[in-house]
């Protein structure tokens, strides 16, 4: 019998890092492997960067090896501060070590700003490099409801197909 496709969904949302901080540690915005000069960056244990984070948390998800939190959480000190790619990267990793074929990724991003389109290409470039397969991205907004309308934060759902053993 041929293995089966499987499917992981992730979810991850980062409110906005308040402007004293933003000031006292100059960090740009980390989003979609890329990083947006100018714009306020999101708060986190690593760089807060919720496509990376739910396109993680949707591969670890399908291959059944937990969820972002338990792979990557506050209680594993070396993550701190780590590019949202690099966990990318790791988990792909990890995914790849438990037999496991990456197909595809997805990941919609959920915010008013900043705009992804123009470098939509640029951020399927970065993600797909880190995942060591393709990803897609896409972004919405909510018309001004909930945390994201209100631009609190950024939040981004993601699916991922995996083939394994």
Do not use: C, K
Request: net charge negative; glycine share 14%.
């Amino acid at each position: 019998m041929s293995a089966l496709p499987r499917t992981g969904i992730g979810i991850d949302v980062h409110a906005y890092a308040d402007a004293d901080t933003d000031a006292a540690d100059g960090r740009d915005l980390a989003l979609a492997g890329l990083t947006w000069p100018g714009e306020p960056r999101l708060a986190g244990h690593s760089d807060a960067d919720v496509a990376a984070h739910a396109a993680a948390d949707a591969l670890l998800s399908a291959a059944g090896l937990g969820d972002l939190g338990s792979n990557f959480g506050t209680s594993a000190p070396q993550w701190a501060g780590a590019p949202g790619t690099a966990l990318l990267a790791e988990t792909a990793r990890r995914v790849r070590a438990a037999g496991f074929t990456i197909g595809n990724v997805a990941v919609q991003v959920i915010g008013n700003r900043p705009r992804l389109g123009p470098r939509r290409a640029e951020a399927e470039a970065a993600l797909s490099a880190a995942a060591g397969a393709p990803v897609t991205v896409s972004a919405t907004t909510t018309d001004g409801l909930g945390l994201t309308g209100r631009g609190e934060g950024v939040a981004a759902i993601a699916t991922a197909l995996v083939v394994g053993p």
